[in-house]
């Protein structure tokens, strides 16, 4: 509740935005010879860019309130349901990348904490900053370049399933889940397999903010009194550094994790576009460049819900984490 | 043989241990399956749309009949390119024009059925035609450069006979009706999806079908993929080759590039230019390239502004412009030029786009700019779109520098497509460049387009009293010679007062695995999937 004015001043500043942005839509999406001012015109009307602007804006909060966000000229198809179709494909690369950052960011984190300076250390540090440094078209491009043009090992590049596989029925939209409920167990291991490369390269650019924040909070713990007590008590380093250092050290990473997993989702567009990744970040670029209000300022709605989601549940996972953290 | 191959590496190594192992049903039929990929998105199977891509096009030409459309001939690169002059019927059986040319009888294939079976009558292709003149839609504004304006031009003779006429002898009139937009509705099915404020089902029509044509629609994802089925029972020609057809986006052009060369996909007509020729020489792939001769790339001039509406500073740009650097440096000469011609005065032919008297020439260019006026040079811009960057931009150094030495300071200004078009329809931009294109390739209609008018296409914003009179005489002229001797006027009148200058027709570049044969450039410059086959 306390994010309503937040996300209300981003529905309205998006709105403006685009409004302030040269190029017509109206112009744009009219072609054809002779298309001249009374087919611009009838677009407008259509798109109700007639209208005064606060006219249109008041229009559009209402239609908002109703759960209505428009509809995109490039699809031609409602805004809300281009988002339903490709939320679910941003959201599955996305939970499979962070989650294969974690796995491999955690151990390598606690890794470099435990013994600072070392081979591994330095190790680690290389790795966090080539994946920084890298962009992930390049990541991308090189990974496509070198498992499928090359090696051939990986499936090409194009999108969540083999083409020539067939779907499962959507329930979730998530295709491994909603394979695998199925019993589909060829589309499952299709679709995962076209995960992996994408999911690689996200994984890969997000490795270090968790990586390093991982290392230098459980440094911090290390050093800690409770630490230097159980170590006295005679526990066993494992039962002293995985069970009562590495969940004080998690806070941080929490908090970090949640930021993560918003900017990827909504930044991964790079990505999405090396491998035509049908999500919904290059349908915002795509709806952007040719000047189609609707779906940008449903998808920058969509993602200011979604960071508030997160946000939430990031103060709740505080909860889990360290139980002296209250949600009020 | 590819899937094995796949298979075989899949067997070895590790990553790959999920997603590639058996299916062998899918294989049997992936010789039967012909797959596109393309950087651009379908976003409607109603072509007639507003917004409609170019994808979108191509996807209706396979999904419906038109009554007639155009035949084919060998072009003169040796591949296969649509040929106007061919009218052949594809739900009618025979046209029948009157001696005046200004009546024309359908009479429908009798047993043509649409996709539901029910048969194709005389009152669905009434309502087809209505609506294309009546509906809001792209439909109206080019079949009106036809003669087709209202619904009372349509009747119904009997069930399987409908007549046309136009109030004029229209030399367009026919080739119009040929057109993509002209499509055949199931008016039945249509009408049934209609409300009040949306009569025509425009709003259905967007994701459903209601047609007719050779293809089916599987699957239709906007911006990710559409999976047509051939239709079995179609009449409106020779069965076509491919049992099922995906047309795929894949945004990035260099993934593209090798999908097709690992064979993974059949067709791409939208590769990066740079790429084109070292695929092609690595030899796994074939390459068909064909100059785009409904197509031109000019440079503008905005003509009913200072400084460009001194036609002496146009001709002395005209003369200064090294047109055989640009070629090669923008386009790689992958193309056919439309500058150094010949001729003086009057053209030998009417045709049109052709190769106009365009020349580089310093010393005149000097002399024009001073009778011009400007002895002491003049600032401009030079503006083109973002999209079209991979040729503008090498387009625009050279015509910046080559302008420099002529005293015209040069600003260069590289735009967002839907901003370039918002510039170019209010007319404010002095000078840009652009490629355009005309579905009927006839001498008249590429004038009426781009050489008179307020609309976007004129460029130039050209307005020659001549012209403009000759354009309207053309467009009614039936006797051939007639239409060559007005034809070769208004080209003689454009390379004398260059609103434009023309450079050339870019080449498309089709890219195919080797056994994929047939390709045909189409009007629309996308790919009719009827016309291919696997070798």
Redesign the interface.
């Known amino acids: 509740m306390a994010s309503a004015p937040a996300l209300f001043g981003v529905v309205v500043f998006t709105f403006l935005l685009m409004r302030v942005l040269p190029g017509d839509p109206a112009v744009f999406f009219a072609s054809g010879p002779n298309a001249g001012e009374a087919e611009i015109q009838a677009i407008r009307v259509q798109m109700g860019l007639d209208k005064p602007i606060p006219e249109q804006l008041v229009r559009y909060l209402w239609d908002i309130g109703h759960g209505r966000l428009g509809r995109s000229m490039g699809t031609g198809q409602p805004v809300t349901v281009d988002l339903a179709n490709r939320l679910p494909a941003s959201l599955e690369l996305t939970f499979t990348a962070l989650l294969l950052a974690l796995c491999c960011a955690l151990p390598l984190g606690i890794g470099a904490a435990l013994a600072p300076n070392s081979l591994l250390d330095h190790g680690v540090r290389l790795l966090c900053t080539l994946g920084v440094c890298v962009p992930t078209f390049v990541s991308g491009l090189l990974f496509i370049y070198a498992f499928y043009y090359l090696a051939g090992v990986a499936p090409d590049p194009t999108g969540r399933i083999d083409i020539f596989a067939s779907q499962p029925p959507t329930l979730t939209g998530f295709l491994l889940v909603d394979a695998a409920l199925a019993g589909d167990w060829e589309a499952w291991h299709s679709a995962a397999s076209q995960l992996v490369l994408p999911a690689c390269t996200m994984a890969l650019f997000v490795l270090a903010p968790l990586a390093r924040m991982t290392r230098a909070s459980m440094l911090a713990v290390l050093t800690s009194d409770f630490v230097r007590t159980g170590d006295a008590l005679g526990l066993s380093r494992r039962r002293v550094v995985l069970v009562y250092a590495l969940r004080n050290a998690l806070l941080p990473v929490i908090t970090i994790m949640g930021i993560v997993f918003s900017t990827m989702l909504g930044a991964n567009v790079l990505v999405e576009k090396v491998f035509s990744w049908p999500g919904v970040a290059s349908y915002a670029l795509d709806a952007l460049l040719a000047s189609d209000y609707a779906p940008v300022q449903g998808f920058v709605l969509l993602m200011a819900l979604i960071f508030v989601a997160v946000n939430l549940l990031v103060d709740l996972l505080y909860g889990l984490a360290d139980p002296r953290v209250s949600v009020a | 043989m590819d899937f094995r191959?796949?298979d075989m590496?899949?067997g070895g190594?590790a990553?790959?241990s999920?997603?590639?192992?058996?299916?062998p049903a899918?294989a049997q039929s992936?010789a039967e399956?012909l797959?596109q990929?393309t950087g651009n998105?379908v976003?409607?199977l109603d072509p007639t749309?507003?917004?409609s891509t170019r994808e979108a096009f191509g996807i209706s030409v396979n999904i419906y009949d038109r009554l007639v459309s155009f035949g084919r001939k060998q072009g003169s690169n040796g591949g296969w390119v649509f040929d106007p002059d061919i009218i052949k019927g594809e739900l009618a059986e025979k046209v029948d024009t009157s001696a005046d040319g200004m009546t024309f009888t359908f009479h429908l294939k009798r047993d043509a059925k649409f996709h539901d079976g029910t048969p194709v009558t005389a009152e669905d292709v009434k309502w087809s035609l209505d609506r294309h003149v009546a509906a809001?839609s792209?439909a109206a504004?080019?079949v009106?450069?036809g003669g087709w304006t209202k619904p009372e031009q349509f009747t119904i003779i009997d069930p399987h006979t409908v007549q046309a006429k136009v109030d004029k002898p229209d030399r367009l009139a026919l080739p119009n009706l040929c057109t993509l937009y002209c499509i055949i509705f199931n008016s039945k099915q249509a009408k049934s999806h209609a409300t009040a404020q949306d009569p025509w089902a425009q709003e259905w029509l967007?994701?459903n079908t209601a047609g007719s044509g050779a293809y089916t629609v599987e699957v239709f994802?906007?911006?990710?993929?559409v999976i047509l089925r051939r239709n079995d029972a179609w009449k409106g020609g020779p069965l076509p080759y491919f049992r099922r057809v995906?047309c795929?986006?894949?945004?990035?052009a260099?993934?593209r590039a090798?999908?097709i060369?690992?064979g993974?996909?059949d067709l791409s007509i939208d590769l990066q230019a740079s790429d084109v020729p070292t695929l092609a020489q690595r030899g796994r792939v074939k390459l068909v390239s064909t100059p785009q001769f409904n197509a031109f790339t000019m440079v503008a001039f905005n003509t009913q502004m200072a400084p460009f509406n001194n036609v002496k500073l146009r001709q002395a740009v005209a003369a200064a412009l090294p047109y055989q650097d640009i070629f090669k440096a923008a386009l790689f000469e992958r193309g056919a030029p439309l500058f150094g011609a010949s001729w003086r005065g009057s053209p030998t032919n009417g045709k049109f786009p052709q190769p106009l008297p365009l020349a580089t020439n310093l010393e005149r260019a000097r002399a024009l700019m001073a009778e011009a006026g400007h002895p002491n040079g003049l600032d401009t811009t030079f503006s083109f779109n973002v999209g079209s960057a991979a040729t503008s931009e090498p387009l625009a150094a050279l015509v910046k520098e080559s302008l420099g030495r002529i005293g015209i300071r040069v600003e260069i200004q590289k735009l967002?497509?839907?901003?370039i078009?918002?510039l170019v329809?209010e007319k404010k931009l002095p000078f840009l460049t652009e490629t355009s294109i005309?579905w009927l390739p006839s001498t008249d209609y590429f004038f009426?387009?781009f050489f008179t008018?307020?609309?976007?296409?004129n460029y130039s914003s050209w307005n020659n009293a001549e012209i403009n009179a000759l354009c309207e005489k053309a467009r009614y002229e039936l006797n051939a010679a007639e239409y060559e001797r007005l034809c070769k006027r208004m080209i003689a009148v454009l390379a004398e007062e260059v609103p434009v200058i023309m450079l050339w027709q870019p080449n498309q570049d089709a890219v195919m695995p080797l056994g994929v044969d047939g390709y045909t450039y189409q009007y629309h410059r996308q790919v009719d999937y009827r016309d291919l086959k696997r070798a």
Do not use: F, H, Y
């Open positions: 191959r796949r590496m899949a190594i990553l790959a999920s997603g590639l192992l058996g299916r899918a992936r399956t797959r990929v998105s976003n409607t749309m507003p917004g809001r792209l504004v080019q009106q450069t967007k994701t994802k906007p911006g990710e993929q995906i795929q986006t894949i945004p990035e260099a993934t090798s999908l060369e690992k993974d996909a967002p497509d839907a901003q078009s918002t329809t005309a009426r387009n008018g307020a609309q976007r296409w």
